[in-house]
Nanobody
Framework: QVQMVESGGGLVQAGGSLRLSCTAS????????MGWFRQAPGKEREGVSC????????YYADSVKGRFTISRDNSANTLYLDMHSLTPEDTAMYYC???????????????????WGQGTQVTVSS
């Protein structure tokens, strides 16, 4: 049984930082590209960042480029998202997701991701 558990969310002031973690179990972690998605109330789910199986390839949405960094530790089955210079517009539920890929790439479409976590709330106050 695959489980994906996010942690690290919380309430932070604008300009602050958070580190999200996502620990996966029940799968061969390095067979999967990983992604972070977020959804704010009343808005569609947005792809924030993704990382390939090896970690060599990454993608960032324009809205977070230069502020967020995605990384993974395949030995610990854990995905990270370091978030800096947070703004109220970053407030959302953040989800990690896993996409089984044959090559070393990641995709930004949520439709290809097979496994999802339950989410961790990030709230940025102004």
């Amino acid at each position: 049984q695959v489980q994906m558990v996010e942690s690290g969310g919380g309430l932070v002031q604008a300009g602050g930082s958070l580190r999200l973690s996502c620990t996966a179990s029940g799968l061969t972690f390095d067979d999967y590209a990983m992604g972070w998605f977020r959804q704010a109330p009343g808005k569609e789910r947005e792809g924030v960042s993704c990382i390939s199986r090896s970690g060599d390839s990454t993608y960032y949405a324009d809205s977070v480029k230069g502020r967020f960094t995605i990384s993974r530790d395949n030995s610990a089955n854990t995905l990270y998202l370091d978030m800096h210079s947070l703004t109220p517009e970053d407030t959302a539920m953040y989800y990690c997701a896993a996409d089984r890929t044959l090559g070393d790439y990641c995709l930004t479409s949520s439709a290809v991701y097979l496994y999802w976590g339950q989410g961790t709330q990030v709230t940025v106050s102004s």
